[in-house]
T-cell receptor
Framework: DAKTTQPNSMESNEEEPVHLPCNHS???????IHWYRQLPSQGPEYVIH???SNVNNRMASLAIAEDRKSSTLILHRATLRDAAVYYC??????????FGAGTRLTVKP | EPEVTQTPSHQVTQMGQEVILRCVPI?????FYWYRQILGQKVEFLVS????????KSEIFDDQFSVERPDGSNFTLKIRSTKLEDSAMYFC???????????FGPGTRLTVL
């Protein structure tokens, strides 16, 4: 399994963009980069995933470095509801999610 | 919107007892998973299940654990003889196809006394 490195915690102000980085230098060529988040007292929730190209969906954008050794999850306008632990997970064909410690995002009003 | 459901939301049991945690995955999903999260720790993969058999399991998933899809809708996790260290939140997840996202249930909190 590819190792990931994420900041333990980050803070953001409400309505401002947030860039959550992840290093995954040992990612294999066929691994997708998945991002999940876990709101307090809830199960993990899918955010976005991609392979090589940048991806956008209604929740977030994912910017993937050209060498795929790092990626950044972008929340364009953080809301209080976005306060959660965010996990970056490289995952292969079997798609078993191996969660790390993630980044705890605090959003200040 | 379809969702994964889990019952019960909280289960309290005595050490050494058997427990069965139940999950109803999303109906057209083909891949099923169990994860656990000990309080204050990270989410840990336990087992994946596809085509009525285990696809992969972690080192945590020892002989005390088993999974079953007894009918077309339920997916269960059985712990044969619970230990204190089995106390955790247990999450079920399902996905439709390879590379699709996993949908997680709300979890069952298992407390072993």
């Amino acid at each position: 399994d590819a190792k990931t490195t994420q900041p333990n915690s980050m803070e953001s102000n409400e309505e401002e963009p947030v860039h959550l980085p992840c290093n995954h230098s040992t990612i294999s060529g066929t691994d997708y980069i998945h991002w999940y988040r876990q709101l307090p007292s809830q199960g993990p929730e899918y955010v976005i995933h991609g392979l090589t190209s940048n991806v956008n969906n209604r929740m977030a954008s994912l910017a993937i470095a050209e060498d795929r050794k790092s990626s950044t999850l972008i929340l364009h306008r953080a809301t209080l509801r976005d306060a959660a632990v965010y996990y970056c997970i490289p995952a292969g064909n079997n798609n078993d999610m191996r969660f790390g410690a993630g980044t705890r995002l605090t959003v200040k009003p | 919107e379809p969702e994964v459901t889990q019952t019960p939301s909280h289960q309290v049991t005595q050490m050494g007892q058997e427990v069965i945690l139940r999950c109803v995955p999303i109906s057209n999903h083909l891949y099923f998973y169990w994860y656990r999260q000990i309080l204050g720790q990270k989410v840990e993969f336990l087992v994946s299940f596809y085509n009525n058999e285990i696809s992969e399991k972690s080192e945590i998933f020892d002989d005390q654990f088993s999974v079953e899809r007894p009918d077309g809708s339920n997916f269960t996790l059985k712990i044969r003889s619970t230990k204190l260290e089995d106390s955790a939140m247990y999450f079920c997840a399902s996905r439709e196809q390879v590379y699709n996202e996993q949908f997680f249930g709300p979890g069952t909190r298992l407390t072993v006394l």
